[in-house]
């Protein structure tokens, strides 16, 4: 990803080089023929180059997408402009007028985008059978490459770095070396420009090398960082995890040793029993508590309504506590699904256990979101092999990746069948990640889901890629210093 997405970079950025320099020209010419054929044509090619430069910026973000499209369809208005006003050819006359509305440009981009570079080649090639300008050869299949470029954009779209991406991107890369080879003929006598655009293709192929050379160490770099980050924060919040716990079992000790839920579990009494343990989920900062009886069928639970058949004996948590022992761990069972549980027996005279209390704590989006504020980190619960909670937003940037089931055999065999924490590479919706899994276990051991943190590769790259500009920026900036006493050098040898 990170590869293509520099070599995006290249490809723009040398494109807005060549139309650059056919904007050049095309403004020196203006200084000799002053009139609006040769004014267009400039402007054409700056306003491309611009467009161009905007898309080589669309690797560090997709803020320029919509200013590019926009301006690469005007430049190209203005190009075929130019075409249609050049004489002798005859053509026919067209008069027509029309209008979109913007949302549609946008929409339609790529199909406008391809529609324009078909005219401009069919408009030059006429150009080039009728008057026998066969320097426009090179300038005909620049502009039909690039046409099949937009085509294939608007048919497969352009969003992922898939075949048809590289396909496009190969085609629009060979239109740009035909155009750079329409615009070597016109340098051929011109030996001051022709060294300083030498001067100015090598500059910008040794910095492309460089950048690409240094940005790919430093990404490695941050990857191996992040990773180390990633593994730590999940300790930090296998510690969390393991403190809540600590704490839930705790309160369900001191729960059933209160004298009053003691009473009402003995006599039954289920309205003492509400009240009891409504004021108890607000002193305690409880998400639930449920109250079974002796033979683990429930007789109040916080979390809506129970029959008289339901039971909580299933739950190795309560198995354990009517053993004579508080116990917890994360479990799964009743309306609270997946839950973070802690349980104690409650005796009543005597030795006599007469029921249990069952404390805890929802491992949802609340919990989720609250160990992100800790890492600053996405974090995610999985439900063995199934996305319970997590902070990460599907595509539609508005709903969360829950449901989702993970599919990586590395992380079934390692984490939930050998236990170990490990840190890996995933894809989650088409989106690479990064992650540490760290395997969560019941109150016996056995391991029932996952704690991950993860990061996104879009973030590293991003990173990366604004390393890449800044560099790129430098070199620019040393290249035009460099290029100024060049021309003045170059000027006097021409002299």
């Known amino acids: 990803f990170f590869l293509l997405n520099n070599l995006h970079f290249a490809a723009e950025a040398f494109g807005a080089l060549v139309f650059a320099i056919a904007a050049w020209f095309a403004f020196d010419a203006l200084a000799i023929r002053r009139d609006f054929l040769t004014a267009s044509r400039g402007i054409g090619f700056a306003t491309l180059a611009v467009s ?24 190209l208005l203005f190009v075929l402009t130019n075409l249609i006003l050049e004489k002798p050819v005859n053509r026919p006359s067209l008069k027509a007028v029309g209008m979109l509305p913007g949302a549609l440009i946008l929409f339609y981009s790529h199909y ?36 099949l470029s937009a085509l294939v954009f608007a048919v497969y779209g352009d969003a992922d770095l898939d075949t048809s991406w590289i396909v496009a991107r190969a085609f629009e890369l060979l239109g740009f070396f035909s155009l750079a080879r329409w615009v070597w003929q016109y340098l051929s006598a011109r030996l001051r420009e022709e060294v300083v655009v030498i001067f100015a293709s090598m500059s910008f192929v040794i910095s492309i090398a460089v950048t690409l050379a240094f940005s790919m160490i430093l990404i490695g770099q941050i990857q191996i960082a992040t990773e180390a980050n990633l593994l730590a924060s999940t300790k930090v919040l296998d510690s969390s995890l393991t403190h809540r716990e600590e704490e839930l079992r705790a309160k369900a000790r001191l729960l059933s040793m209160l004298p009053e839920l003691q009473s009402a579990i003995s006599a039954k009494d289920f309205v003492r029993l509400e009240s009891v343990t409504t004021r108890l989920l607000e002193e305690e900062n409880l998400n639930f508590i449920t109250v079974a009886d002796s033979d683990g069928y429930v007789l109040y639970r916080s979390q809506g309504l129970s029959n008289r058949s339901d039971s909580v004996s299933a739950l190795p948590v309560v198995q354990k506590a009517f053993s004579g022992q508080a116990a917890s761990g994360v479990e799964i069972g009743g309306p609270e699904r997946f839950a973070l549980r802690a349980a104690a027996p409650v005796f009543g005279n005597g030795t006599t256990t007469v029921g249990v209390v069952v404390v805890g704590s929802f491992l949802d989006s609340a919990f989720v979101d609250g160990l992100k504020k ?12 199934t996305i319970f909670a997590s902070t990460v937003l599907s595509s539609d940037k508005r709903t969360r990746i829950e449901g989702l089931k993970l599919t990586d055999q590395s992380f079934n065999s390692r984490v939930l069948m050998g236990g170990e924490t490990i840190v890996g590479k995933l894809t989650i919706e088409g989106r690479p990640f990064i992650g540490s899994f760290l395997p969560i276990k019941d109150s016996t051991g056995n391991i029932v889901g996952a704690l991950s943190t993860l990061r996104s590769q879009a973030e590293i790259v991003t990173i990366a890629s604004r390393a890449n500009l800044l560099t790129l920026v430098a070199v620019a900036i040393i ?3 460099l290029i100024i006493p060049l021309y003045i050098v170059t000027r006097r040898l021409e002299e």
């Open 112 to 147: 406008i985008a391809a529609v324009l570079y078909f005219l401009i080649a069919v408009t030059s090639y006429a150009q080039y059978r009728k008057e026998t300008k066969k320097i426009l050869k090179p300038f005909v299949v620049a502009f039909l490459l690039l046409s």
């Open 52 to 75: 161009q430069v905007m898309y080589a910026l669309m690797s560090m973000g997709p803020q320029y997408d919509s200013s590019a499209k926009i301006i690469s369809i005007i430049g």
């Open 374 to 385: 800790i890492t600053g980190l996405d974090s995610t619960v999985l439900q063995k092999d």
């Open 479 to 481: 290249m035009i210093i």
